[in-house]
């Protein structure tokens, strides 16, 4: 673990991670490398969006920490995490009545204080976050008017514009059709290329994770199964332990990086 945690700002030490008297994760230990696009796979409930909500301070873990750059983020003053660390959670609710425009630039809140009010520079960054995200035609409309796609596309906006270089995202392609379940993840492989941010993120889809993730997670009840290059460590054998669903792993034609087939149902008749 010392090495891993060489290259990493963020660090989840030996953590025990529980919903009051039920247990999910034991012993747990994970170290995030900087500049990573991280996804963190596995089947339903093995821990992979509880490991998440640790990591982003949502969760006190019940036993061990979790480090961000070698300090104690329960330590840490809560502005200064949200100027360093930014969360798209799982299932966010807007307030009653905001427009979509309001919404993306509380993700600015972190950065003001008393020497340091509204910008134009803020302006400048909400509006690239929307036209990022695709949503910046839909500015003036209610949050709550918006589609399940369009209302997560908003969400994404906002953690851009909170502009942190650590990127912790739970499911961000949830409630989008494939069109922008791809458009999500290349935005999210733009930050990391070009911008050099470090994401987090929990998918579903394998092939997806294997497609743009630069390491991978993979848990199965609470604990790390594998860890490591997408290329090296996704195999049949992997897929057969973390999900129980036996398959064949090919080339993908598009990106030579792993595929995973499933073995095809027995024809009847």
Partial sequence: MARERAG???VGDVLTLAYERRTIAEGLSVAIPDRSFTVIVGPNACGKSTLLRALARMLRPAAGSVLLDGQDIGSLPTRRVARTLG???????????????????????PHQGLLRQWSADDERI????MAATGVGELAGRQVDELSGGQRQRVWIAMALAQQTSLLLLDEPTTYLDIAHQMEVLDLCARLHEEEGRTLVAVLHDLNHAARYATHLIAMRDGRVVAEGE????????????????????????????PLVVPAGRRRVG
């Fill in 230 to 257: 997408p290329g090296r460590i996704v195999t049949a054998e992997l897929v057969a332990e973390v999900f129980r669903l036996p398959c064949r792993v090919i080339e993908d034609p598009e990106t030579g990086t």
């Fill in 8 to 10: 990493a700002r963020l």
């Fill in 87 to 109: 969360l798209l959670a799982q299932s966010s609710i807007a307030p009653d009545g905001i427009t979509v425009a309001d919404l993306v630039a509380r993700g600015r809140y």
């Fill in 126 to 129: 909400v509006a690239e976050s």
